[in-house]
């Protein structure tokens, strides 16, 4: 790897094996190598290849609308759009790259990121509110399909209406901004996913100088009409239709305010754009509000939760339904109930432990920290019970100057329209009163706004020699957190394991759980550790 500077432009080279497109055969066989060429002319990046002979026609390559993918350790793809000149017509091209070892391969991939942003970072300055017509990080790792349904949803009074009457929610909020005036007064405020443009206007009241707005939905112009009928405060608010990740302002922001986040913390992946937010339109050690949060996870107790889970199965083990026998999918039915995960509010008293903790510091995480979540598990039992699955929430932290103030979503807590949410087992553990459980939670984000979890709870030797033991019992799940199971609003009367016991209809622990039906069957075998950490 090579780097050449120049007064007007700079340069990065990298040797390869061979460059190859994909319509087509390799370039003209050679015994010189072949050198990638990272360059900027004109304020966009480009990756050309060239031998000996010169530069290859043909290959060069616009970063701008290029994205790389690897096809093994030695091998990656590249695509990108282009343009036929004579045809007057776009077309993507394919360009297959051959590295002499995985080493030159990682720092290709890291040059290719980093010079995208510089192709971003080129050319003038966009006036207030300004889109660049360059693909954004959102749109590289987004569904289409999923986004549009995405801005829709928030586009639309009635859930914009559900969440300000979450009084919780709001009122939280609003405390925490009133109540740190002294980290608005005479600031300069972004309001991230801007929704109805309540948070703007609480920065307003707080003495904010100047609040943008920032909106990517249709709710942008409900945003406006609402900012309008209150000049008093609207006339300190520029209301911007466009994605974080895209729209350029005319100054930075002394502070953050925004409500990123879903159900479990995570969901919707809004938290990615609030850390590009800050990377992009923050000032250096700036606010953000909220700018901590912590998802806490504890194992829990439920047999009528998991009773009603498996009944819905029952349908499928119909051996004569219109002369036909449903039962070949009831195992497959059974999974697919058992890999929703549930969202309601439950009584605390389920739960089988204390709670363990996963903190992600809003200042310091890295976009890159929210791809893909792995989360060692590690709690001792409080009781004897069936151990059902995972039971999660989560709270953030307004960390002002003069008040620091929690939101939480915490069961036994006033309920929220986040809830809480719930891993549910289809094969439950056993455990008694001091024995430890252990697993992970693994949580991958997916292109459709949300993760695949993949849950692993283990029970450990318990009694005299314990310490000499392992596992003894294990149980694993894959739930799509973008497909939850909505149960209810309110938390059910407590029972007592022996109550719930005796209402059951079936008895699903005598169901064999297949493991073949997880992608992740590694997951049973690596070693736990507990590191779940704690915010004091």
């Not at 900027?40 to 994205?67: C, K, M, P, W, Y």
């Not at 904010?208 to 939905?217: D, F, M, N, P």
């Not at 005299?464 to 149960?487: F, H, M, N, T, V």
Request: proline share 5%.
């Amino acid at each position: 790897m090579e780097v050449l500077a120049g007064q007007k432009h700079k340069h990065l080279e990298f040797t390869l094996v061979a460059v190859s497109e994909l319509s087509s055969s390799s370039v003209p066989p050679s015994s010189t190598p072949v050198i990638a060429r990272f360059s900027v002319d004109s304020g966009v990046a480009e990756l050309r290849f060239r031998q000996a002979s010169g530069f290859i026609d043909g290959f060069n390559v616009n970063l701008g609308t290029a994205q790389l993918f690897k096809l093994g350790p030695l091998k990656s793809l590249c695509i990108s759009g282009s343009s036929d000149s004579n045809k007057e017509k776009s077309y993507a091209r394919g360009v297959t790259i051959l590295f002499r070892n995985e080493e030159e391969s990682r720092d290709f991939h890291s040059a290719f990121e980093q010079w995208q942003n510089e192709d971003v970072t080129q050319g003038t300055h966009l006036p207030n509110g300004a889109i660049s017509d360059v693909k954004s990080k959102f749109d590289n790792k987004i569904e289409p399909s999923s986004a549009k349904m995405y801005f829709h949803y928030y586009g639309q009074l009635l859930h914009q209406q559900n969440m300000l009457q979450d009084y919780v929610r709001t009122g939280t909020y609003y405390a925490a901004v009133i109540e740190n005036r002294a980290d608005f007064t005479g600031r300069v405020v972004v309001d991230v996913g801007a929704g109805s443009g309540i948070l703007s206007l609480f920065a307003a009241q707080a003495g904010a100088k100047h609040i943008y707005a920032v909106e990517a939905s249709e709710m942008a112009e409900y945003a406006r009409k609402l900012i309008a009928g209150n000049p008093s405060l609207g006339q300190r608010i520029t209301v911007i239709k466009g994605k974080v990740e895209e729209v350029e302002l005319p100054e930075k922001a002394d502070i953050l305010i925004s409500e990123p986040m879903g159900t479990l913390l995570v969901n919707e992946r809004m938290l990615e754009s609030y850390i590009i937010a800050r990377d992009r339109l923050l000032v250096p050690k700036g606010k953000m509000f909220p700018s901590v949060g912590r998802i806490h996870m504890a194992p829990f107790s439920d047999e009528y939760l998991f009773v009603e889970i498996a009944n819905k199965a029952l349908f499928w083990q119909q051996q004569n339904y219109y002369g036909v026998d449903l039962t070949a999918l009831h195992g497959s039915a059974f999974q697919g109930y058992f890999s929703q995960p549930v969202v309601d509010a439950f009584d605390p008293r389920l739960l089988v432990s204390p709670p363990m903790s996963h903190v992600i510091d809003f200042n310091e995480a890295k976009e890159e920290d929210l791809y893909e979540m792995d989360i060692p598990l590690k709690f001792v039992a409080s009781v004897g019970t069936r151990v059902h699955g995972l039971a999660c929430w989560f709270d953030v932290l307004f960390n002002g100057s003069t008040v620091q103030r929690w939101l939480t979503t915490a069961p036994g807590a006033p309920t929220t329209h986040w809830y809480q949410i719930r891993c549910v087992l289809s094969q439950p553990i056993y455990v008694m009163a001091g024995q430890e459980i252990t697993g992970r939670l693994h949580m991958v984000a997916h292109n459709a706004q949300s993760y695949t979890i993949y849950l692993t709870l283990s029970a450990k030797m318990w009694g005299p020699g314990a310490e000499q033991g392992g596992i003894i019992q294990s149980s694993s799940c894959k739930l799509d957190l973008k497909e939850p199971y909505y149960r209810m609003s309110q938390p059910q009367p407590y029972t007592t394991a022996q109550d719930q016991q005796s209402h059951q209809l079936l008895q699903p622990q005598d169901i064999p759980i297949h493991t073949d039906d997880l992608e992740e069957p590694k997951l049973l075998q690596q070693p736990l550790e507990n590191s779940g950490a704690q915010l004091q």
